[in-house]
């Protein structure tokens, strides 16, 4: 065997013949199958037996070629890797439908010897090869920057994961039968990978309808997103895998209002971004209920529930605990709660400061060696590195709190700050705001990045939010937030200040949480600005010793 062998033939009972003898007839390989519009991919270590159970397959005999990848390293955990790797691959390249099925339950993420080998060096190898033979089209950079990607129903999951995936089944299977509505709530916050896992389960679910051995066959579910960006990934990712169709997927208002007319529960509902949810009824979207989650609960069997209340956006979409509790109670429930960090690729201590931010407290700004960190004097310096790490690995934007003129009336409305004036984002089209190229000369706002990742994020924090030197911290002031929209209703709150300043705090957490791999921020308030600057001049260091230091080019 050569180092790396990539080998296509015809998808025949000649060609498996032909493979007896070879010296991977035996040995750990990867493989697709695929025609001009579908694919299959798989991995093993008797490829012949294999591929003659796949030429008795129905499903499998529409596919005309069969491509082998051999190396003289691999083995079962290095295949099995690549096969995963290589599932993800092709949805996001999008040139092919998927016939795979979900993992097997021990599908998790895992280290095995030597896996940056594989994983990277090997895998890079394999898919640059299938470039170059123009069998996919897309490069690793374009595809690892796709949302359809990232939130991919094969994706390895971490132990947690996997086990929530594993009870969301059981509870569903368990409770198919019952008479009694069920809630299941995930709670976890930005970046905990929640979407992930609603991905996967909801897949795997959709799979088990097919199934006649399953007590889910012919189950009737839905996955509801009250998100028009987040839903065109999820009807995207429908449209390359067998076991969805498009029309599983549809925002609470459309969901409810069809159920009620039809008179008909559905069985299994998820629910992503469940902190959207409407709280009272909004007629200007044809919503003329009290509550989504309450009318969603009346329409189905199952609700699974993915929650984070320090995401709440608007006041007639606010939740806290109190509010979840009453809805649930009466209903028999479970929850469970996803903890770690996977988004940022940022320590524990960084989290932790951007934590205590959105919580008002200013504290000492750790150093961070794997995580790009910085404060800006300039909204327009802060740009052009936006712009020069956008140029280096796709997928940086700027994105600023709700504190300038934004309508939607099909006007252009910009953020000026100094030398810095760009257009607020713009939606059109299928494909998601930042994945458009043209949107790096556009600002995003919370509500369409919310949910999604971005390599490097800049964030101008506007003119609500500004520093309270008497009690250093920060200060929020309410009247410069320009997001009108969200603080319509104001007065049924029996304290309208408060809830406007959480809202405002929870935006400040959902920017600040988009960043894989750096985070610029840029504060509009000069006192703020100044504060943040002399503690990032003197970051790693302690508050008590800090000194203010002179610039020295340490900083932008």
Known sequence: MKTLEIITMPFSQNSIN?????GYSDYPVV???NNNSTVYIGETVAIRNR????????ERKSLKKMTIIIHEKFNRSATYNIETKLINYFLADERYKMQNKSQTVNSISHNYYDKPFYNEKIFNEIWDRLRQQKIVNNSRDVIENKDIYKLSPFKELSTDQIELKQKIIEVCEKQMDSDEPFVFLVKGEAGTGKS????????RIQELAKEKSSVLYNSNNYLLVNHT??????????GKIKTLKKNNFDKPTSFINRQKKSNEKADIVFVDEAHLLLTKPDRFNNFNENNHLEEIIKNSKIAIIVFDDKQVLKMKSYWDENKLRQIVKGVKSQEYILKNQFRMNASEEMINWIDQFVEKKITPIPRENNFDFRIFESADDMYKQIREKNNQVGLARMVSTFDYVHKKDGGTYYITEGKFKLPWN????DTTWAERKETIDEVGSIYTIQGFDLNYVGVILGPSVSYDEDKNELKIITENYKDTE???GKDEFKDPDAVKEKIILNSINV??????KGLYIYASDLKLGNHLLKFYQNRGQKYGNMKVAEANGDYH
């Open 18 to 22: 032909n493979l007896s003898g070879k």
């Open 31 to 33: 493989y697709f199958l």
């Open 51 to 58: 591929l003659r159970n796949h030429l008795k397959n129905s």
């Open 196 to 203: 992930v896992v609603l991905s996967a389960v909801f897949n």
């Open 229 to 238: 960006e987040m839903l065109k990934t999820y009807q995207k990712i429908a």
């Open 426 to 429: 713009t939606t059109m089209g």
């Open 486 to 488: 969200a603080f319509r």
């Open 511 to 516: 920017l600040l949480k988009r960043g894989i």
